[in-house]
């Protein structure tokens, strides 16, 4: 291919550069402008080859030149070639060097780099001319035109689209005409300029930069640039007058940027940052700002996966106009989710992640936008104005972009402004990212501690619960303290708090592996000096990393006592029901768990029912720089205010030890109002070893389940029982068997024999004798379970009261 100029045809070097910056197509043009072989130039570094600036001084002798020549870069207002090689930039640039060669000597190389946008291998179109063949002046003078500038491919306007389109595959190998026929469509959408190398045929390479002549232009830009970037004032006569009116205005953006910068990012909340960023841009650089997150980020999930597609969901998330109130907010109001196609300038902006300039949105693409929105014309709003897209990226994901547009009688955006647009949107990026991976964090950092911090429900037997907890600080969601209870055998409940020392993800491991281990330790009826016992040699086994504090309680409704056991944790507090006072219970300290080779202790408390017990962690409690026994005190005596509920009981404990403010650890506080269970409420019978015990125990139930006025339970749970009863009188050895019923907020039978071994629940057989009594239980209670006792085993179920 040729170019046409008025000193008649020139060779046109047209060479494509694939995504790994090795040059994939050499035209004849090439061979001959660059005095290089096809063969020799296909799969080489496309840098070695083309005329990338800063290889040699413009005074080099030839014979520094390398096999493939020298270059130097004229002055230029474009970046040089490399940048448009690096993936640097996103549009088309251009500019001018001089080239030494064998044979011809130097000759003065006019180039364009188009970046080719798709999903092919192929990154950029590079054309390549010799300036001599453009020159209109006399053969052997300089070139004197100050400019070399291309023709546009004005959106509205192009003949011979269609000729290009079929003329394409000829220059880019391996490009269907459907493909062709695309770029084509995103030059003349775009309003991308185009070369005209012959008289028919148009090739889009770049803007209007333009090639200056002298290249002390060059060394005056360099020493203002420097000027610049120590702070100086320019030297006068340093640039001329339209260097003067470019240098203001790119001191006027870098002044803009800085005050952007400063203005955005100044809290890592999420959706106070993305108003910053749009409130920014408006009115100065734009007349409106709307802002669109990606369905994870808005979500507070982790980093968004792959490259976007027109499934992936938008949501619009701020929307900033210098219009009349309501005039935008009426049609695209802000939380909208949407999807958009391929052949949007949206969609090419989230897909290649480069900002999108057009210069105006023409009647053909505002309908073709507003075609997204339904049953709102959005034309009046958006047609003929100027649009530019940039993307909201980090770390190379996309996370949004911001569509920005300007007001028909306002200039429209051009490079300066893409690049402006393309620099703010790189800052934004960044800080939207920051609040996204806060939010993300503070999410993940609630959940987990949310999964590991128990829902215990307000009332289990025989006692009222409340419970709270607080984390150390903002950012430390996720803490090493956990309280729990769990259900036991005998109409029995346990109480733990823990403490592991320190904070982050690393403590609240360690806690939900020890909380995991108290729960499964509990459920077998451990006492609780064996249990923590136990948990620490547990926590041995685990590593020397951590230490943890415990304290374990079993209340007792029927009793009346309370179990305790502790390791290393600050003492409970019991407030008497009687008279109001309270008291921290004395208890062997223990050594934390994890020390190991220590012994536990345990005690056991009387109580009365209306009794509470309060236990907390240390950050309740502790002030630095202040005596814990201090904070005991206050626990104490707060813990004895009279409350209405447990839970306002649980706040005055909150508000006197001033936790709200200026707390650094987590707070973990459960208080049981030990209620107790009636003697009325509890029925015991003690069966021999006789089979004939079976009809006994039927009778006994039914009659107290009749006296209760729960006859309506009396013939599932007589069923229950003698199933139990018979394995029990069976498998027994020498003790008899106990039997007790237990009325509370659930019926509860329990059966206790002798015999170590637990029953299994199993399929039986046709054929078989055993196994069907564990089935019968399973299906008709409420819940069943079996735990070991010293004597030997209880297996116990309950049943729904009904409702009176």
Request: proline share 7%; aromatic share 6%; net charge negative.
């Amino acid at each position: 291919m040729t170019g046409q100029a008025a000193a008649g045809r020139i060779p046109l070097a047209v060479v494509v550069v694939d995504r790994g910056g090795l040059v994939s197509h050499w035209s004849r043009g090439a061979r001959r402008l660059f005095s290089v072989l096809k063969e020799e130039a296909i799969g080489r570094s496309a840098a070695d080859l083309l005329p990338v600036s800063g290889a040699l001084p413009e005074e080099a002798e030839e014979d520094d030149a390398g096999p493939y020549g020298a270059y130097t870069a004229y002055d230029g207002l474009g970046p040089g070639l490399e940048a448009s090689l690096d993936r640097g930039l996103s549009y088309p640039a251009a500019g001018r060097a001089r080239l030494t060669v064998p044979g011809p000597g130097r000759v003065d190389v006019l180039w364009w780099a188009y970046p080719l946008v798709g999903p092919g291998r192929e990154k950029l179109l590079v054309l390549a001319a010799d300036a001599a063949g453009l020159s209109q002046d006399e053969p052997g003078e300089d070139i004197t035109a100050e400019r070399i500038a291309p023709g546009f491919a004005l959106h509205t306007d192009f003949p011979g689209a269609e000729d290009l389109a079929r003329r394409l595959p000829e220059i880019l190998p391996s490009m269907s005409v459907d493909d062709s026929a695309r770029i084509v469509a995103q030059i003349l959408e775009l309003g991308y300029p185009i070369l005209e190398f012959s008289q028919n045929d148009r090739v889009p390479v770049t803007p209007d930069w333009g090639v200056p002549r002298r290249v002390e232009r060059r060394a005056r830009r360099e020493r203002a640039a420097r000027a610049l970037a120590a702070g100086e004032p320019v030297p006068e006569g340093v640039l001329d007058e339209r260097e003067d009116l470019e240098y203001a205005a790119v001191r006027e953006r870098l002044e803009f940027l800085n005050e952007v910068s400063s203005s955005i990012g100044t809290s890592l909340d999420l959706a106070r940052t993305i108003v910053e960023v749009s409130k920014a841009v408006v009115p100065r650089f734009t007349d409106v700002a709307c802002t669109y997150l990606r369905e994870q980020v808005v979500a507070g999930e982790g980093f968004p996966d792959g490259v976007p597609d027109t499934t992936t969901m938008w949501h619009r998330v701020a929307l900033e106009h210098t219009d009349e109130p309501g005039r935008w907010e009426d049609v695209v109001p802000v939380g909208e989710a949407m999807p958009f196609p391929s052949d949007t300038p949206f969609f090419q902006c989230m897909t290649t992640g480069e900002p999108i300039l057009v210069p105006r949105i023409s009647e053909e693409m505002g309908h073709a936008i507003a075609s997204q929105f339904d049953k709102r014309d959005i034309r009046p709003l958006i047609t003929h104005r100027s649009m530019l897209i940039v993307p909201l990226k980090a770390r190379n994901v996309v996370l949004g972009f911001m569509a920005l547009m300007r007001h028909p009688v306002r200039p429209e955006f051009n490079d300066m402004d893409r690049v402006t647009g393309a620099e703010l949107a790189a800052r934004a990026g960044l800080v939207l990212d920051n609040a996204r991976m806060y939010t993300y964090q503070e999410n993940v950092a609630e959940t987990l501690q949310d999964s590991m911090l128990p829902h215990i429900p307000p009332r289990m037997s025989g006692c009222d619960i409340a419970t709270r907890y607080l984390p150390g600080t903002l950012l430390g969601r996720v803490g090493g303290d956990w309280f729990d209870s769990v259900k036991l055998p005998g109409a029995r409940t346990a109480f733990v708090v823990g403490d592991v020392m320190g904070h982050g993800l690393n403590s609240a491991a360690m806690m939900g592996q020890l909380r995991t281990a108290v729960q499964t330790m509990a459920g077998l009826d451990l006492p609780p000096a064996q249990l923590l016992r136990n948990l620490d040699d547990l926590a041995q086994r685990l590593g020397d990393t951590y230490l943890a504090t415990c304290l374990y309680a079993v209340f007792d409704p029927i009793t009346s006592e309370l179990h305790l056991a502790n390791a290393g944790h600050i003492p409970p507090v019991l407030v008497r029901a009687e008279d109001g006072r309270s008291e921290l219970l004395d208890l062997p300290t223990g050594a934390p768990i994890g020390v190991g080779g220590v012994p536990f202790e345990a005690v056991r408390v009387r109580v009365e029912p209306g009794d509470r017990l309060v236990m907390c962690t240390d950050g309740l409690v502790e002030v630095r720089g202040e005596d814990i026994g201090v904070g005991l005190a206050t626990l104490c005596e707060s813990a004895a205010h009279p409350a209405a509920s447990m839970d306002d009981a649980c706040d005055t404990i909150i508000r006197a030890l001033n936790t709200c403010g200026g707390r650094k650890d987590d707070v973990a506080l459960l208080m049981a109002r030990l209620n107790g269970i009636e003697e009325d409420d509890v029925a015991e019978w003690r069966l021999a070893l006789d089979p004939a015990e079976v009809s006994r125990a039927r009778a006994v139930v039914r009659e107290q389940l009749h006296e209760w006025g729960l006859a309506k339970l009396a013939d599932g749970a007589e069923l229950m029982v003698s199933e139990l009863v018979t394995n029990a009188v069976r498998h027994s050895h020498r003790r008899p068997v106990d039997l007790r019923l237990v009325r509370g907020d659930t019926l509860l039978c329990e059966v206790d024999d002798d015999d170590h071994e637990l029953p299994t629940l199993r399929n039986a057989g046709p054929d078989d004798e055993t196994g069907r009594g564990l089935c019968v239980v399973s299906t008709l209670a409420r819940e069943w379970g079996t735990s070991r006792t010293k004597a030997g085993k209880t297996v116990w179920f309950e049943l729904t009261l009904p409702r009176r």
